[in-house]
């Protein structure tokens, strides 16, 4: 994450941790027999090219594979990939040679696109086309042309930004590659949700364990930080980055996944941890994340499906983490898709206190 940087002790020196997430699922049809994880590490490798990011580790099971980057994360399953990439990486770029790959396995058909970052702390610093969520979303239109863009919370603070689509589209640039209709057959009914948290001004003394000086490898970092003991069925597969910056992924039998990436600089820091672990509450693993970090403010994004348990939760949430002493909830907004419901909602701390 942080390889290749300037040194530390330069006034100029700046990272951004915030990533860009994309998620693209595909249909599978009885008389097709693809699965992206049959897409050879080559490719792989030339597709991370156009983002600005190479492999440096690799995990995979019966379920899905877990590659973490130089700049992040990406995960493959048989018919759904996600890209999440810091910095400043270019993913957007990737997409026409994605969409070529799945094609090559017998996927002609999406059923949902997903597209989300967090607002860029120094959006000046980006490389087209990620300079601003405008040129995104057009970028975006150019091959989805009738996706939908929004923006969740306060546009002049903090917010977070989404594309995804809502009925079928065609794909101009390739144009035997159809969006599927929204037809009962067609929608994913697998159950799916994700849950991200977001994390700013994190604990300096945190923070420490995440720098080349304090340990020596990632696993050190990982078992001192209780990382290990957030979700403790993940076999998980880390990085610490030279001088500073950790990443992490794990993967459980399941299929399931976490993942955590830290820019640990006491003036941008920055934590994001992400994962799909089916739940039907999500309080207690929000509070765990937290108090592993000790951060300032946060952002917790949850999706769902209407097949996974926690679709009919998201008020309980809203509900129970409203009462946490420690915080105050300054923004929450909830979103309800065709075949997701979404929740987001934003923290700040209210009472320095963390016994």
Not at 210 to 233: C, M, V, W, Y
């Amino acid at each position: 994450m942080e390889e290749g940087m300037l040194d530390v002790a330069n006034a100029s020196h700046y990272f951004e941790g915030v990533e860009k997430l994309l998620e693209i699922w595909f249909e599978e049809r009885p008389e097709q027999n693809g699965d992206l994880r049959n897409i050879t590490r080559p490719e792989w490798e030339e597709l991370l090219r156009h983002v600005r990011c190479e492999i440096i580790s690799f995990k995979k099971n019966d379920f899905i594979d877990a590659f973490l980057l130089s700049e992040s994360s990406m995960f493959v399953s048989k018919r759904r990939w996600i890209l999440k990439t810091c910095g400043t990486t270019t993913p957007l770029r990737c997409l026409e040679q994605l969409l070529d790959l799945a094609k090559q396995q017998g996927y002609t058909v999406i059923t949902d696109i997903f597209y989300s970052r967090k607002n860029f702390t120094r959006p000046e610093v980006q490389q087209s086309p990620h300079k601003g969520f405008y040129e995104e979303v057009t970028y975006l239109d150019s091959i989805f042309p009738e996706g939908r863009s929004y923006c969740l919370g306060s546009i002049n603070l903090e917010c977070w930004y989404l594309y995804t689509f809502s009925r079928p589209v065609v794909v101009k640039a390739l144009p035997d590659l159809l969006l599927a209709a929204e037809q009962e057959d067609h929608l994913n009914t697998d159950p799916d949700q994700t849950i991200e948290i977001l994390m700013q001004n994190l604990d300096k003394d945190v923070m420490l364990a995440f720098n080349k000086s304090r340990f020596a490898t990632g696993p050190e970092a990982t078992q001192h930080s209780g990382i290990d003991q957030i979700l403790p069925d993940m076999v998980i597969d880390d990085f610490l980055f030279d001088p500073c910056g950790y990443s992490m992924n794990g993967i459980n039998e399941q299929g399931e996944y976490m993942t955590i990436h830290i820019t640990p600089e006491e003036k941008f820091s920055y934590v994001s941890f992400e994962s799909n672990v089916a739940l039907n509450n999500y309080t207690r693993l929000i509070n765990q994340v937290i108090r592993t970090f000790k951060p300032g403010k946060f952002i917790v994004t949850i999706f769902a499906n209407k097949s996974s348990l926690a679709y009919d939760t998201m008020k309980e949430l809203e509900i129970e983490y409203s009462t946490l002493s420690n915080w105050k909830r300054t923004d929450m907004q909830c979103c309800s898709f065709p075949t997701y419901n979404l929740l987001f909602a934003q923290y700040s701390r209210s009472v320095e206190n963390w016994a």
